[in-house]
């Protein structure tokens, strides 16, 4: 027998409707790529995304047609994420980081119809243009009086010019709730990008877990900075729940050094901002100098990678800003854990509450996460078993767009290629990469651990540590090292300084100096490339 | 094209999984019917919530069968909302305050098969089961050793013997989420009542609007007193929210009276209490004299009817809590909107705050509203023009059980029978119910604010104000009005004392006298027979 309740397909459209309805003169500004800011409204948003709406109409662009974004955070991108999503097409966001050559290959494979971009990006678009042989239209997000006029691609026009004449009323249509919303292509290290596709479900789900207390805890009394992109798995969702919560926006545009970024805080009353560490970092030392404190700002959430200590001390303490980790990722769009406290931590020492935050936290629900051994047998929640994370819900990925790569799941759970401990509180923390981690003699090394000793050494700049084939224990790791300059560091003294500060079978069997380690487009470290580099390395001893 | 998102329906038993995986030491507090309490964690609840779920197997009880409770709020019956609804059976919570005729009456048309009672009840359901035509299994919710020996009623056990011998390992079975999951009867004033049939999908979307920040704000760092019973809509959702969110549970039991909930708040460190202005009013009435404060309590939700403003600045400005407005019916599951204030109106001074907070509050995303005129036409949100209510989304129901009274719905819109005013803001207010406002030469006139000012007379202990026909206007207003004992007023001083307190073409045509207002079984005035009583009654004048 079923419910007798109304049947409404939970769809992108909603929240714009409800955030005009509920929120009409709730505010969105942003820093625009011309450096001025610009101000409206949540009225404003639902008038012009129903022109976008109308404007794709006007182009005869079907149901699930892919329009592509290369753009900053600011409001013509947020009437993108409504207008496309909302009328049926799918919103394609490009990381714009991304090599010219990736740009053009992902843009082909999504089949782009239109693409539109920041005019910062017009160089890169003049560079690829000829080769994304399915964009019909480009759009250059700016005034009509800025499009230079010959840019050298065939029929660009300017944003304004293109929603100017539609009319702002739209019907919104009401469709399937598992239709494609929008796109987002992960950076791999290896292959080929290959895409997740989200539903109007899964974003709607996820929009609502993300506004939750113990996750991002949105309210209409807050001001939101996302310093996240837009193009980066739509900005951890935050432009859903603000819309979803009539929240306040606030958005950076391109200028993310420390004086832009303290200097929209301030000036918007920025209570609660996101990011990657990096950006605090600049943020922190463009006030530390200046003696400047915050007067709004209540919280940061901070994912991407482990925020250090250090900064979450500095934080809380200097600036008593609330600093919390979370761990996500594009294939589970984007949030898996947050790293808020329980009733119970309230009595903790603040040392013991930050061993607690370090974590990558705790499990939203919708969200469910297990790890196990190379056996695949769960493992238990002890805190200290690390083992391949593996998680499910109604916003993780059953598959890659165009079945790319296969299923990808095992038994109904996503492998996160993250390996992690899972506390008996349900806190999780991140050890390693799955391909990272050294086997060794049954046993895992964290790759992580490894470097992270190194680097506390005064003369390292940067260390790798990597597996090396072992006849007796399958793998033992070494670490390869960049010193700084002018300073001295020989092998034995760093394989003496990891007396005490690992077990002593996790100890390196080597050092191997170099003059730089191989690093992605996203600085992330590219072990395969440091491997291959290091195809003729032998063990010593062997 | 659809998502490639993974496919999980939305079911109430991933609450109970998720509670006890991740949040499995959180505690859940119960006093009990005994007196004593009862106290155990999340992963207790599980695993007897999966006892029930065995036990209902082992009596072959099928798909969306009604398993009744008539409880006060505690662990038994926790374990019920999740062992039922978790199974794919059909929660049918009955609220005891009915008549027993009535309550016999819903037994059996809800088809209840099995009907667990607290022990407080058993003299009820000795007076009514023989009338109970459908249940074949009576379970009262008590251990082994308190059933007496000989209660008449056939196959009686108690719970504890009932589930004993079960195992407490169950696989959540994987079913529609659209599929009915609980129930609920109105307590209509007129007819027969009628029931709102849950569904889980509509619970969960309900519960993950619950838990927001601008809702009920639910997380891992409160404990929960919900003094709303859960045979009442689900106790506001707070057991699923809860749930959903891994927070501490604190049940009352039946013991509402002021000292019992005092000394529950202090002893579980409760942060966050649900309830209807009379258990705050002796809540308040046993802290006053004695000096009392609370030393955790943070908020207050309050809903059911509208709170007083001396309790508001009672609980804010004398014990530091907010109170925080709700307003939701059965058919809402049953939230539609909280006042929580909004980021501009921080600037606001305290008076002007308060009206705000008078108000029942914004929609949470997921529920629209709107008002209409008596064409069915939209009515400005101007925070004026008052109309008659209407609802729709995703946990409003579509229609009643069985159909009973045909399509409530008027162009996918619920009516909800209150009469009430949007400002711009989207703030709610109730003004009158409709059937009781007074509809006077094309405009409205609120029975609420005319019987109000009739209670603020010194000599006037209760009021109601009925409309009359009348040839010109339709409708005139007229005052019926209740003595204190001992006072005195006339007709003319009470006419005289609405000079200036309201609109002259709203002050009522006539005062009566009356020796009593009829009420019905919860309390609120029955106008229909208050009607009845005046059939002969004439205007003056005509």
Known sequence: MLGQMQQQPLLISSLIDFAERHHGDGEVVSRRVEGDIHRYTWADVARRARQVANALDGMKLGMSDRVATLAWNGYRHLELYFGVSGSGRVLHTINPRLHP???????????????????????????????????????????????????????????????????????????????????????GTTGNPKAALYSHRSTILHAYAAAMPDVMCVSARDAILPVVPMFHVNAWGIPYSAAMTGAKLVFPGPALDGKSVYELIEAEGVTFAAGVPTVWQMLLGHMKPAGLKFSTLQRTVIGGSACPPAMIDAFREDYGVDVLHAWGMTELSPLGTLCTLKNKHNKLSAD???????????????????????????????????????????????????????????????????????????????????????????????????????????????????????????????VCVVKKPGAEVTRDQLIAFYEGKTAKWQIPDDVVFVDAIPLGATGKMLKTKLREQLVDYKLPGL
Chains 1, 2 share one sequence.
Request: aromatic letters at 8%; glycine letters at 8%.
């Open 352 to 478: 013991e509450q930050m061993k607690l935050r370090l974590k990558q936290g705790r499990c939203i629900y919708g969200i469910d996460m297990k790890i196990v051994d190379s056996e695949g047998k769960a493992l238990p929640h002890d805190g200290k078993s690390a083992g391949d994370l593996l998680v499910k819900g109604p916003w993780v990925i059953a598959s890659y767009f165009k079945q790319e790569g296969g299923s990808p799941l095992v038994d109904g759970w996503f492998p996160t290629g993250d390996v992690a401990t899972i506390d008996a509180d349900g806190f999780m923390q991140i050890t390693d990469r799955s391909k990272d981690v050294i086997k060794s003699g049954g046993e895992w090394i964290s790759s992580i651990d490894i470097e992270n000793i190194a680097m506390a050494h005064p003369a390292v700049a940067m260390a790798a540590c990597i597996g090396i084939r072992h006849p007796k224990w399958d793998e033992r790791p070494i």
């Open 101 to 187: 050559e990736q740009i053009a290959w992902i843009a082909n494979h999504a089949e782009d119809q239109v693409l539109c971009f920041d005019m910062t990006f017009l160089p890169l678009i003049q560079a690829v243009h000829a080769k994304c042989s399915t964009v019909r239209q480009w759009i250059a997000l700016c005034d009509a009086d800025r499009l230079p006029a010959d840019t050298g691609i065939p029929g660009l026009i300017s944003y304004e010019a293109w929603i100017g004449g539609q009319k702002d009323s739209y019907t919104w249509p009401v469709f399937d709730e598992n239709s494609a919303s929008s796109m987002c292509y992960t950076s």
